[in-house]
T-cell receptor, first 115, second 115 residues
C-alpha cells in the first residue's frame, strides 16, 4: 500500500522568504511519480510540479522546486520568494506504477504568507 | 488550454435523495476519476473509469455510488441515497493514460451539502 505523510499541518512564512513543505512517502514500487498540488480557499486543485522516481535531477517550475531524496523517500516542495497569493493548502500526492492508477494524497499543509 | 469542467459548483440536497454530479473531462483523455474531500481533510480516491467500465474503486465507493459515461463527453457520479457523511467536495479528474508520470487534470469541484 502507498502512503503519503505531510507532518506540518500549518506553516507561516514571511513574504519574499523561501519555505519548505515536507512530504515523505512509502511504496514498494520502483516506478512512481510524486505530485504537488495547491488548493486555494476557492477549492480547486492546481497542479504545481512533478518528480518521477527515475528522474536524476530535482524538478523545478518557476518559483517551485522539489527536493527529492529517494533514499529517504522524501519529496519536499520549496517555494522561493513567497507571495501573498501563495497562501493556500498544499498537497503532496503519489501515483505508483503497479498500485493502480489513482493518486494517493497526504493530509496537506496550510501555508500562510505574512506581509 | 483544455480543462476539466464540473457542474454544478454547489449542490444542496436532503438526506436520502439521489444526486448526480457531472463532469466533462478533457476531450482526448481516456482515464477518468472521481475523488472526494471532506471539509478539512485530505483528498480520497473513489473510482477510476476506462473504456466504459470501472477499472479501480476504493472501499468508499460502495453500492450507493455509481459512475457512467452516458455520451461521448459527460462523466457522471451518482449517489443513490445521500447520507449526511456524503457532504464533501467531489473532484473529477482525467488523464491521457495510466502511466504513473502523467498528470491528472482536476476539475474545479462540486461542493455537495447533505442536510
Amino acid at each position: 500500500a502507498q502512503k503519503i505523510t505531510q507532518t506540518q499541518p500549518g506553516m507561516f512564512v514571511q513574504e519574499k522568504e523561501a519555505v519548505t513543505l515536507d512530504c515523505t512517502y512509502d511504496t514498494s514500487d520502483q516506478s512512481y511519480g510524486l505530485f504537488w498540488y495547491k488548493q486555494p480557499s476557492s477549492g480547486e486543485m492546481i497542479f504545481l510540479i512533478y518528480q518521477g522516481s527515475y528522474d536524476e535531477q530535482n524538478a523545478t517550475e518557476g518559483r517551485y522546486s522539489l527536493n527529492f531524496q529517494k533514499a529517504r523517500k522524501s519529496a519536499n516542495l520549496v517555494i522561493s520568494a513567497s507571495q501573498l497569493g501563495d497562501s493556500a493548502m498544499y498537497f503532496c500526492a503519489m501515483r505508483a506504477n503497479n498500485a493502480g492508477n489513482m493518486l494517493t494524497f497526504g493530509g496537506g499543509t496550510r501555508l500562510m504568507v505574512k506581509p | 488550454e483544455p480543462e476539466v469542467t464540473q457542474t454544478p459548483s454547489h449542490q444542496v440536497t436532503q438526506m436520502g435523495q439521489e444526486v448526480i454530479l457531472r463532469c466533462v473531462p478533457i476531450s482526448n483523455h481516456l482515464y477518468f476519476y472521481w475523488y472526494r474531500q471532506i471539509l478539512g481533510q485530505k483528498v480520497e480516491f473513489l473510482v477510476s473509469f476506462y473504456n466504459n467500465e470501472i477499472s479501480e474503486k476504493s472501499e468508499i465507493f460502495d453500492d450507493q455510488f455509481s459512475v457512467e459515461r452516458p455520451d461521448g463527453s459527460n462523466f457522471t457520479l451518482k449517489i443513490r441515497s445521500t447520507k449526511l457523511e456524503d457532504s464533501a467536495m467531489y473532484f473529477c479528474a482525467s488523464c491521457q493514460d495510466r502511466a504513473f508520470y502523467n498528470e491528472q487534470f482536476f476539475g474545479p469541484g462540486t461542493r455537495l451539502t447533505v442536510l
